[in-house]
């Protein structure tokens, strides 16, 4: 598959694509004879993971250690599994975090939402009240 089918297929710019590649994020993608990339599946599946890790709050710099781990065979298996580990904890402190701050913002919201209702029913006239 060409650079451009993948960039739409995974709504992911060409250009991140390549840089992805350069960084060493992804791992490198095979060539045709003319030596245009040409992507596999499982290429695919390592972009849509990158993308998961990515919006999930991972580092690069971090999914480029797992990477370099998951190259190197089985044996880095249980430091990736603690790189995903560790990440999942930073996730869910994350996740609370962004729970609290929802929570404020309801409660602000109803605040207002109340503070308005009760300037709305003061501003009427005596005769519609």
Known sequence: MMIAEVSEKLDISQDTLRYYERIGL????????????????????????????????????????????????????????????????????????MQETLERLEYKIASYEEKVVKAEQTLKKPEEV
């Open 26 to 97: 992804l791992p490198r993608v095979n060539r045709n004879q003319s030596g245009i990339r040409d992507y596999s599946e499982e290429d695919c599946r390592w972009i849509e993971f990158i993308k998961c890790m990515r919006s999930a709050g991972l580092p690069i710099d971090v999914l480029i250690e797992y990477v370099r781990l998951f190259q190197q065979g089985d044996e880095t298996m249980e430091a990736r599994k603690e790189i995903l580990i560790e990440q999942r904890k930073q996730l869910l402190k994350r996740m609370e975090d």
